[in-house]
Structure formats: C-alpha cells, structure tokens
C-alpha cells in the first residue's frame, strides 16, 4: 500500500517564483496536515484540513495556500517563494482530527530557495 | 506560551535502558504523543498517553503525568536500531499538535 506520497523528494528553487508540492493519500483520511521542520525546531503547522472542502491556518501560513477539493489530494502552494521557506516539507493524514488518532507522514519533500 | 521541552541529544549503549524525558506548557491539554524519526525519514508513531500513568508497548514505553505537565519514553533492551530522533508533541485546546524539536539519542555497541 502507498500510505502517503509527495512530490517531489527535493527541489531547487528561484526566489520569486512559484511551486506546489503535492501530497496524496489512499488511506481515505478525512484530516490532512502540512508541516515545516527546521534544525533546532520542532514541526510547524502551516495549514490544516479537517475534511474535503475545509481547509484552516497552522502556526506559519504566511506565505503559503493550501486547497483540499477531494479526500485523497491536499497540495501546497507558494505563490511567491523566499529563502525563509527553506526547509523539508512534510504532508501527513489521519482518520479524524481528534488528536487521539495517528498521524500517518509522507517522506517529506526537501525545498531550497536561492 | 507554549512549549515543549526535550533534551537535544542522549547517547546510550545497546542492550541498555534509556529514558527520553518531555515537560509540556500548553493552553489546554489534549494527549501527548511520541513520535520516532530515523535520520532523512519521516516521523512514525511510537505512542499516545491522555492519561496519567504508564503505558507499555514492548521494548517502549511512555509515562504521562498531566499535573507536573511531564512526560518519558523509555527504551528497553537498546539496539543499534534505535537510532533516531524522538519527538514529543502536545495537543493543545486548539487540537493541534506542539511539537518539541525531538531528542537525537545515539546508540553505541
């Protein structure tokens, strides 16, 4: 089974321009989270969706959208992309989003803005 | 504010115990989770404590005191596996996570 896929691994950026990395699940989860992990931090919320069609604002949103048209797809999208946005990107899902279930988490996709 | 705090790293030798300790302030308090996450890998869950005591798992372990805001993981029988980071998080009133910055704990033979 896939669990959950991103895309891509990694990625070299311009500042400036824009990109969306995507996320996928077959696991039919109704909540999907993206995350930021720095060195030194913890994970950073940076928006959430608790079902298809709902989607709200982490910890850091600034700087980034979010859309969930389906229960399987929750991209991620910077409009405009800045060397602060380098980090590894981290999609994860789980059943509901009561927070006594698991959060299952892609492999991550590593961004460097230059 | 709030805050989750784990030491940064810890080194232990196989075959040993070792106890990876995380205080908690959070506005609310809904569960506390540990998470592992091998070096390039993506976290996977170890375990979920809402209430106070200890919950065992095999070699794993966790303990959750929610007056003290304090929390372990506690490892058994340490093989060289083991190797990673362990990451503490909090649900707060929001429900959402706190995430701590994760305890890197090296395993040596």
């Known amino acids: 089974t896939a669990g959950i896929t991103q895309a891509p691994t990694s990625q070299i950026l311009a500042a400036g321009r824009s990109m969306t990395l995507r996320c996928t699940q077959d696991?039919?989860?109704?909540?999907m989270y993206w995350y930021r992990q720095d060195l030194g931090l913890g994970l950073r919320l940076i928006h959430y969706s608790n079902t298809a069609g709902t989607t709200g604002k982490g910890e850091v949103p600034d700087g980034y959208s979010v859309s969930r048209a389906n229960t399987d797809d929750f991209p991620l999208t910077l409009a405009s992309a800045v060397p602060s946005q380098t980090s590894v990107y981290f999609c994860?899902?789980?059943?509901?989003?009561?927070?006594?279930?698991?959060?299952?988490f892609g492999q991550g996709t590593r961004l460097t803005v230059v | 504010g709030q805050n989750i705090d784990q030491p940064t790293e810890m080194t232990a030798t196989e075959g040993a115990i070792v106890q990876i300790n995380c205080t908690y302030q959070?506005?609310?308090?809904?569960?506390l989770f540990w998470y592992q996450q091998h070096a390039g890998e993506a976290p996977t869950f170890l375990s979920y404590?809402?209430l106070d005591g200890l919950e065992e798992k095999g070699r794993f372990s966790s303990f959750l005191s929610r007056s003290k805001g304090y929390s372990y993981l506690l490892l058994k029988e340490l093989q060289m596996k083991d190797s990673a980071s362990y990451l503490c998080a909090a649900g707060d009133s929001n429900y959402q996570l706190i995430w701590g910055a994760g305890t890197k704990l090296i395993i040596k033979p």
């Open positions: 696991m039919r989860h109704n909540a």
């Open positions: 959070t506005s609310g308090f809904n569960g």
């Open positions: 994860a899902s789980s059943d509901s989003a009561d927070l006594n279930t698991e959060a299952f």
């Open positions: 404590n809402v």
